[in-house]
């Protein structure tokens, strides 16, 4: 499998892929000021849940570098103004703000604006580690899930392009084609703006697995019809109770998967539960430019002034998830125990509730 580096860190820039052009066009950005990088967040050039993560540290400690003030509170003050700007791009995905949060905490022991500085790259570089190692065991995790021979429906993109790692859902899959499972995937296209069709499809063809690409009106058919084994998402906000925010159009599949004995499952590292909110009642849900709507790919679809809705999550509660694949193991009903207990030290969380082998 050829690896995708949708972000890398090269001292004094950001490279990205612009995933809002692809697949057509593999084109690389080279993102220098905060400005940018927000603006590569806000027009989902970069996106996914862990990689807007990653994304927002590198962003800070890349503007942190630039910042030219001399006394600490002064300094301090500039950067948390950066900070909130960048975490304020994209609301529902959690692993941002959480990021953010993780690179100014760090600043808080440093006494002089060297060592602010490059503490701050040290922890951008540590948090990107962290996540893909963190995809990477919970790929292994949940494809044990995963039988050979299944046919697995997924939606939007949670692969390398949405992690920087080696992808959530897709991780899953792809774990179990590594372990010689045979795997088939049927991606939505993910209307509006078609991270299935343009990326998931894109991705798994790069990794020679099979795909078929379905409108998002389709899958209760072939759900229906008992084509589909099993439903695998990401997720951009779990909450404490096992609510799941992610693309629009994942809780209609959580539904739609419950209603045909399908088993729904979402995978997502740590960094992507939301342990402050007790339900999913309150996760910031994400409205887009209408647009995206009445145009694809800005190709006017509506006719002028037809008004349009754009939000760009839901939350799937959490009666219809089967399972909350980790890095610290699988999570399953009643959610409040089991996902607290991914929290715990390791000695204390393989006992009951969830575990690395359900
Ligand atoms: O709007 P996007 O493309 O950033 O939405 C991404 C998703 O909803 C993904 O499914 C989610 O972030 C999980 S990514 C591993």
Redesign the pocket.
Known sequence: MQTIEPIEWLHGKIRIID?SRLPHQEVQLELAGYEEVAEAIKM?RI??????GIAGAYGLALCAQSIEIKSRPRFLRELHRIAEALAST?P??V?LRWAIDRMLATTETKRDIAAIKSALIIEARAIHDEEREA?TRLSRLGAALIKDGFTVLT?????AL??GGY????GVIKAAREQGKHIDVIATE?RP?L?GAR?TAWELRRDGIPVTLITDSMAGHFLSRRKIDCVI????RIAANGDTA??IG?YTLAVLANENDVPFYA??PLS?IDRSLPSGDRIPI?ERDPEEVTCIQGVPVAAPGVRAANP??DVTPHRYVSAIITEHGIARKPYKASIAKLFRPPQTRTKGGSSGRS
């Open positions: 995933q989902l996106r996914g849940a862990p990689l807007i994209r529902t995905a692993n995809t939606h939007c993109n949670a692969g949405a992690t992808g959530t859902a897709l993910t703006l991270q990326l998402t990401g997720a951009d992610n693309k994942t995978a997502a992507t994400e760009a999550f």
